[in-house]
């Protein structure tokens, strides 16, 4: 209808000038150059061309409705942590992250009726058989030597354990040890690929020599060749988490601040219900420590890693052996099957 008009006004305008369409076949539109858009255009005005142009070119100048060039729209590449962000679950705060994942908020959990008969109960079980983090857990890193020097020795094992077995950071510890570079200043002197070659094969090895030097010079200016004996000083020291700060804190300082988690504790927890739903150790870590007994903070690490090691393994738990299985929601329910991994990601450097 709006082009009807438009044709109405045009050959009123040529009636009243007489010489706007003489020169023209019969049917106009022929003769115009116009573009419509029955959806998306808009007619807002009919001008003539300059003075230079033809007489008898007419346009109608239409508006097309904007579309959004694609190309122009700045994109923002989501950066993300390195790998070794990802297995300490300690974010880099230096980089812009253009998704995080909010925090759970860890829900109350009243103390289970039964928590303590199933922690009696573990103990017995416990006691029947030696774990590999009785004899090479980080707390057992330097137990020869001088204060001073066996808490670097705990620090250095527990950077040193993420990711990677009992048996594997003892054996590297004692390589250490015995080429005399479990001290801040021979560690600082000594270069990369020796300590390498001496943790090797220790998970992320590579990162792990870089920081091993690294927090070296940080305790030597810092700490007068000590470690910082507080849980945000550890924090703040490369590859340290807030599980192996607890570690630290605990074995080193004789300063229980929280329980240390990893993923034994936060797995069985979760089986046995003493956690609701938590996603991560420090999730598990803010639950238990809700209704757990500061007194067994420091003993419930040890005592869960080591049944998880020998009875409640993350596949195919031993629930038929386990003396808890009447009491335990997750008796014969627990995960049977690895989960598939991805393509392309993996948790480990190469080894
Ligand atoms: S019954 Fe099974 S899942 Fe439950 S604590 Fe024992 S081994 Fe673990």
């Known amino acids: 209808m709006l082009f009807t008009l438009v044709l109405g006004y045009r050959r009123n305008k040529q009636r009243s000038s007489g010489d706007i369409f003489s020169d023209r076949s019969s049917d106009p539109l022929t003769q115009t150059n116009f573009t419509y858009n029955r959806m998306h255009t808009k007619i807002t005005s009919i001008k003539s061309e300059p003075e230079s142009t033809s007489a008898s070119e007419h346009h109608v100048f239409v508006r097309r409705k904007r579309s959004r060039n694609p190309e122009l729209v700045t994109k923002t590449e989501p950066i993300l942590p390195d790998i070794e962000e990802f297995a300490y679950g300690k974010p880099n705060v230096n980089l812009p992250l253009t998704k995080s994942k909010p925090k759970t908020q860890v829900k109350p959990v009243n103390p289970p009726s039964n928590w303590e008969k ?80 001496l943790i090797y094969p220790v998970g992320f090895y590579t990162r792990k020599a870089i920081n091993m030097k690294k927090i070296a010079k940080i305790c030597l200016l810092k700490y007068n060749g000590d470690i910082p004996n507080t849980l945000e000083g550890l924090l703040s020291l490369p590859g340290i988490g807030p599980k192996m700060g607890h570690l630290v804190m605990n074995v080193g300082w004789d300063n229980v601040q929280g329980i240390c988690v990893d993923t034994h504790v936060h797995r069985i927890c979760n089986r ?20 757990l007994p500061k007194e067994e903070w420091v003993p419930i690490n040890p005592l869960l890693v080591g049944f998880g090691q020998t009875v409640c393994t993350p ?34 450097e190469e080894l």
Do not use: Y
Request: proline content about 7%; glycine content about 6%.
């Open 315 to 348: 596949l195919r738990p031993s629930c038929s052996l386990c003396s808890v299985n009447e009491l335990c929601p997750s008796a014969f329910r627990a995960a049977t099957t690895p989960k598939k991994k991805l393509p392309g990601k993996t948790k480990r």
């Open 118 to 197: 199933v922690l009696e109960q573990i103990r017995k079980m416990r006691s029947l058989n030696d774990a590999p983090v009785d004899s090479m857990g980080c707390e057992k890193a330097g137990t020869s030597l001088p204060p001073k020097e066996r808490r670097f020795a705990v620090l250095i094992s527990s950077l040193l354990s993420s990711q990677t077995k009992d048996h594997v950071t003892h054996g590297a510890i004692q390589r250490l040890q015995d080429s005399n570079l479990l001290k801040p200043e021979t560690i600082e002197k000594a270069d990369e690929t020796t300590l390498k070659n």
């Open 272 to 291: 046995l219900g003493w956690v609701v739903g938590t996603k991560t150790p420090e999730e598990t870590r803010e639950g238990l420590q809700m209704w």
